[in-house]
């Protein structure tokens, strides 16, 4: 087991299994609040739908991968990484700004759904609330599985991480149901987006060091330094660092000046407080106003 590989897909799947979870749970109990309890099946139907669809995108993007020869392979091992990276910093930002609402906003679209009288329209709520989530971790897994490659079952240790984190995001989701465990939601989003940030980091040096080594990107090559005698990034704490932050311990020039850039620009940006918003006004249905 590589327990850095592990731990990087255990964050990635508890942090966006938290926020489908999340989602899930407030559109659950708010039906449950206002009476609508017998439409939890049309819930589940678009959560598995979602589910579903998410785990076919990974298996399509991890084959279509793999299949390709070289330099072709590398080249879309690389631009993966960068998509996911792209998306996983724009994820980061999204909940950033509408963590304060969102539990507004859903109950907003319950309450237009029951108002119109289609209850089919929650199966497609939970769908669109779900599926974002599940293909961002579909995305974000597939770069880390192809930056972990098999190196001391790199691979097999992210998808157990992930499904790890991913069990432990739905027990986080049904205590919030209960209301019988108290989660800082602030405070876990806030931790655990600096990790996203240093592993989307990871992702984009590795694709850089890919690019490099296909000979799409020609300058910066040359080794900024070399610790392999100290630190190897191949084996122990190199290991575990490697598959958590994309430590290498003979960086390319260019390698280390992308990871260095994208940590200063990005995680002030995160960290910063955030400005407070208009509310949103939210329109009850006849059934939410009576409770």
Not at 115 to 132: D, K, N
Not at 197 to 205: K, P, Q, R, T, Y
Not at 282 to 289: D, G, H, L
């Amino acid at each position: 087991m590589d327990l850095g590989s592990f731990t990087s897909g255990a964050l990635t799947g508890l942090r966006e299994g938290v926020e489908a979870a999340l989602i899930v749970s407030i559109i659950l109990a708010y039906l449950a609040r206002t009476g609508n309890a017998r439409h939890f099946s049309r819930i589940w139907l678009g959560v598995g739908t979602a589910l579903v669809t998410s785990l076919v995108v990974g298996v399509i993007l991890l084959i279509t991968i793999g299949g390709l020869p070289e330099p072709y392979e590398q080249l879309f091992e690389g631009v993966a990484m960068v998509a996911a990276a792209a998306v996983v910093t724009w994820m980061l930002f999204w909940m950033r700004r509408q963590a304060a609402s969102v539990k507004g906003e859903l109950q907003g679209a319950v309450d237009r759904v029951l108002t119109e009288g289609s209850v089919w329209g929650l199966a497609i709520l939970a769908f669109t609330a779900v599926i974002r989530e599940g293909v961002e971790t579909s995305l974000f897994l597939v770069g880390q599985l192809q930056a972990a490659g098999d190196t001391a079952g790199g691979s097999l240790s992210v998808l157990a991480g992930a499904l790890i984190g991913i069990a432990l995001a739905v027990v986080i989701g049904y205590g919030f149901y209960r209301g019988s465990r108290r989660v800082n939601l602030r405070t876990f989003f806030r931790v655990t987006g600096v990790g996203l940030v240093l592993i989307a980091a990871g992702l984009l040096s590795h694709a850089v060091h890919e690019f490099i080594e296909v000979g799409v990107i020609t300058f910066g090559t040359q080794t900024a330094f070399d610790i392999s005698g100290v630190l190897p990034h191949d084996e122990g704490i190199g290991l575990f660092l490697r598959a958590i932050f994309g430590y290498s311990s003979a960086p390319e020039v260019l390698t280390l000046i992308v990871w260095a850039a994208y940590i200063a620009i990005v995680l002030p940006l995160f960290l910063r407080p955030v400005t407070p918003g208009a509310a949103t006004p939210v329109t009850r249905s006849p059934e939410a106003a009576r409770s």
